[in-house]
């Protein structure tokens, strides 16, 4: 199945038809809900460390996510709409919560760098992580900058330029109307570039 799976939430019809089996039988089958974890860990991953510029907030978040997934799976009703959507809203309400939780509290740039310096023995996820955040010095200031915003803002500005979702990928993810995201992006990156000024 891995394989068969795009970088993105949209998927051919087929693709679709293999997604839906594979959901059907993991609501019967730990080992059928591996496999959608192995599909779809990394994204989860690379989004909550995106959201939250802290890889140790990304991994525990990936893995309440999953957790959250696996726990609810039996419940969880095919819409026509792949798997990775029902995911991306977990994860994405998770951030929220743990921000609303810790009272708006970030992780400033330097807490983020030690923090990558103490995480050698993970696994290929950090590594990659750590690459990414030290190939871009501005993603930490683009990053704080973000998360000043209001987070129905900071979730659509993710998903549009960190995770390069359409509007329509974004509309099953989210579950707003397609002109409310429009409207919440085009406001969060005037937002933005006023912060950024």
């Known amino acids: 199945m891995p394989d068969r799976m795009t970088s993105d939430t949209s998927l051919s019809p087929d693709q679709l038809q293999a997604e839906k089996e594979l959901v059907k039988r993991a609501q019967h089958s730990p080992e059928a809900f591996g496999e959608l974890y192995e599909v779809y860990y990394r994204r989860i991953f690379n989004y909550a460390l995106k959201r939250t510029a802290s890889v140790q907030?990304?991994?525990?978040?990936?893995?309440?996510?999953?957790?959250?997934?696996?726990?609810?799976?039996?419940?969880?009703?095919?819409?026509?709409?792949?798997?990775?959507?029902?995911?991306?809203?977990?994860?994405?309400?998770?951030?929220?919560?743990?921000?609303?939780?810790?009272?708006?509290?970030?992780?400033?740039?330097?807490?983020?760098?030690?923090?990558?310096?103490?995480?050698?023995?993970?696994?290929?996820?950090?590594?990659?992580?750590?690459?990414?955040?030290?190939?871009?010095?501005?993603?930490?200031?683009?990053?704080?900058?973000i998360a000043e915003l209001p987070f129905i803002y900071q979730e659509v500005i993710a998903l549009k330029f960190f995770e390069k979702k359409k509007i329509r990928e974004m509309v099953k993810i989210l579950g707003k109307k397609e002109g409310t995201i429009k409207s919440l992006l085009h406001r969060g990156v005037e937002k933005l570039r006023e912060q950024m000024k």
């Open 57 to 145: 907030l990304a991994l525990d978040i990936t893995s309440i996510t999953f957790l959250k997934a696996f726990s609810q799976i039996k419940k969880y009703r095919w819409r026509d709409v792949p798997f990775a959507a029902w995911l991306y809203r977990i994860a994405s309400n998770e951030v929220n919560d743990h921000y609303r939780r810790e009272g708006g509290r970030r992780v400033s740039s330097i807490e983020s760098i030690a923090e990558l310096a103490d995480t050698g023995g993970y696994i290929d996820e950090i590594n990659q992580a750590e690459e990414e955040l030290s190939r871009h010095e501005e993603f930490i200031t683009l990053h704080r900058k």
